[in-house]
């Protein structure tokens, strides 16, 4: 059961280069989302997508663009990274749009980036 | 208030022991609540849903105080495997998805 993978899981960047993070989810959920941890501040909504074809922001956008390619991929891009975007980055994926009334979650393993 | 805070960690307790956490949410409309665990540079994983007054699961139970707008997590008899660091999670106020607490830690000791 792959269940969601983000790839890469690690990756190191320098301040201004550009990555986009994969994620792809195989149990055929509507939604998919994209948070980002770091010490002291918990998980953070960057954006989410609550079908194929519509995206969202969620607390913390600035900085990233999303694509969501079809109903098993859902891509974050950091277009020019900065030191304030070094984090773990999660991808999650959830039944239709029943999240917030079933709290059923599915989370990557995460994606570990540094910006020097 | 904040849309969900937690009791700052770590806590550290024995093995056996029974540990209590909080959890205070200011969305007065919310219906659902959920208690997530993660271990250490693992993802987070659901653990416990409450939708009315509480819910138990074996060790774990949650509790639901709608007055105060706080639920709890009660773990008995802990565990060595029950170290990790638990989240809580409530609905935004806009009902679209969900705001996680800043997470607090349990570490249980031999």
């Known amino acids: 059961n792959a269940g969601v993978t983000q790839t890469p899981k690690f990756q190191v960047l320098k301040t201004g280069q550009s990555m986009t993070l994969q994620c792809a989810q195989d149990?055929?959920?509507?939604?998919m989302y994209w948070y980002r941890q770091d010490p002291g501040m918990g998980l953070r909504l960057i954006y989410y997508?609550?079908?194929?074809?519509?995206?969202d922001k969620g607390e913390v956008p600035n900085g990233y663009n999303v694509s969501r390619l079809n109903k098993r991929e859902f891509s974050l891009r950091l277009e020019s990274a900065a030191p304030s975007q070094t984090s773990v980055y999660f991808c999650?994926?959830?039944?239709?749009?029943?999240?917030?009334?079933?709290?059923?979650?599915?989370f990557g393993e995460g994606s570990r980036l540094t910006v020097l | 208030r904040k849309e969900v805070e937690q009791d700052p960690g770590p806590f550290n307790v024995p093995e056996g022991a029974t540990v209590a956490f909080n959890c205070t949410y200011s969305n007065s409309a919310s219906q659902s609540f959920f208690w997530y665990r993660q271990d250490c540079r693992k993802e987070p994983k659901l653990l416990m849903s409450v939708y009315s007054s509480g819910n138990e699961d074996g060790r774990f139970t949650a509790q639901l105080n709608r007055a105060s707008q706080y639920i709890s997590l009660l773990i008995r008899d802990s565990k060595l495997s029950d170290s990790a660091t638990y989240l809580c999670v409530v609905p935004n106020s806009g009902y679209s998805t969900l705001t996680f607490g800043k997470g607090t830690m349990l570490l249980v000791s031999p």
């Open positions: 999650a994926s959830s039944p239709e749009d029943r999240a917030p009334n079933t709290g059923e979650l599915f």
């Open positions: 997508s609550a079908s194929e074809g519509t995206t």
């Open positions: 149990m055929n959920h509507n939604s």
